[in-house]
């Protein structure tokens, strides 16, 4: 399977302008194939987007005409807009009528270069450019997370603010010793929330709370501090047709820096909860997680279509790196309609009022404990059951019996946010490490 790791680059003033140059010329290659494509539009002519027929037009356009950008370069472009115009199509086929066809022009767009192209050594970098131009060395801020061999590709490109190399690689699936793999028949339902990114309940009465606190937390100074700065820096906004001051393009430079700081912390801590919880189910031995889908999407075969709208979503964001990292471990992800799941008892079924709090109490068999977790038990019986009906697409779920999370691990995500840590807090309290269990008592029956 694939992953892709984001890479920062430590680069001399002269590089950054190359670079930069590189997504510029990346940009007009965009701008040309719409440009084409228009012309023909109004001439009656088909359009041109087959990936082969536009490297044809590439060709045709002759070397030099995209500054430093070579055709290894220009041709990532094409297919880009290929697969996007083909996207599109298939989506307006299946009646989506909000699907649009690529028409926006760009600035600034990403170069992917293949393996073979480019020469990865450690961390220096060679992208290749136009015959006759210099050659392009870049220093990457830290080693690349891959081994060498298993690279495919490298991609340029600028966001927030700075200039990244995405390299993507082709990662096996984890092996482990005899008996220690996960095991598809115990499964853990998985409750997505605000407040816990991820609260688990898996078998043997295993529970697991990730906290969000941390980022939440972040997002709040953000935005305070997005405030403040506009606050401060409004005196130096340009009136309209005016010329913007250095200083002005300077706070403007300075504001997309630390927003794109901003949301590189959170998709870390994004990151680090999904991982928690995929260290946990590998702990337990747990091969099938079932996750509580907040948008009633059911466990249909996702197209692409579909994995596009779960990216674009933060809670679809929350699933796909489950999923990216429950793949990688050899565990399985099932999606289930969540409906209910928060305000229905584990054991007797009965609808409960929604509580106001995190605790949830039943009052018919007096069964109380945490909102998520028991919605996380609740999730865990949908599990979709292997019978040739829901094979066949049924979608019937096989009811198995609920397991009440007893033992608790907690997790928060975010620690390395600065502000929300534990040991800034307080630092008399004992720092957590990766083996620290906090156990306790969580679900009681109160007198029958
Ligand atoms: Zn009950």
Known sequence: MHRTARVGLRLTRAQRARCYGLLRSAGDVWACVLEVNHWRWRHDAPPVVGYQALCRELSAAGP?????????????????????????????????????????????????????????????????????????????????PYPMEQVRSVTLLAEGGRLWIEVTAEVPVTSYPQGAAPDPGRVAGVDLGVIHPYAVAGPDGHGLLVSGRAVRAEHRMHLADTKHRRRATAGQAPKPGQRGSRRWRQARRRARLVEGRHRRRI?????????????????????????????????L??????????????????????????????????????????????????????????????????????????????????????????????????????????????????????????????????????????RWRLVRHRRR
């Open 267 to 299: 998709r870390q801590a994004q990151h680090e909860a999904a991982k928690t919880v995929i260290d946990w189910a590998v702990r337990h031995r747990v091969g099938t997680l079932t996750v509580g889908d907040p948008r009633g999407v059911l466990d």
């Open 64 to 144: 030099g005409t995209f500054g430093e950008l070579d055709s290894t370069g220009a041709r990532s472009v094409l297919r880009r807009y290929s697969d996007a115009w083909f996207a599109a199509a298939k989506r307006r086929h299946a009646g989506d009528l909000t699907a649009r066809f690529p028409r926006r022009r760009r600035g600034l767009l990403p170069v992917r270069y293949y393996h073979g192209t480019y020469t990865l050594d450690r961390r220096r970098l060679r992208l290749p450019t136009a015959a006759g131009s210099r050659p392009l060395w870049l220093r990457l801020d830290r080693d690349v």
């Open 301 to 438: 075969p996702a197209g692409r279509r579909h994995n596009l709208r779960l990216r674009q979503w933060q809670i679809g964001r929350a699933i796909s790196m489950l999923r990216d990292k429950a793949e990688l471990a050899g565990i399985v992800v099932h999606l289930v309609d969540e409906r209910g799941t928060s305000s229905t008892c584990p054991t007797c079924r009965k609808r409960i009022s929604k509580p106001a709090g995190r605790t949830m109490t039943c009052r018919l068999c007096n069964l109380t404990g945490h909102r998520d977790l028991f919605a996380a038990a609740t999730i865990a019986t949908r599990t979709p059951g292997r019978t040739p009906a829901t094979e066949a697409g049924g979608g019937s779920s096989v009811t198995t019996a609920v397991v009440l999370p007893r033992t608790l691990t907690h997790r928060r995500a975010g620690r390395h946010l600065p502000g929300a840590g534990l040991s800034r807090r307080d630092p008399r309290r004992p720092h957590h490490t990766d083996h620290h269990h906090q």
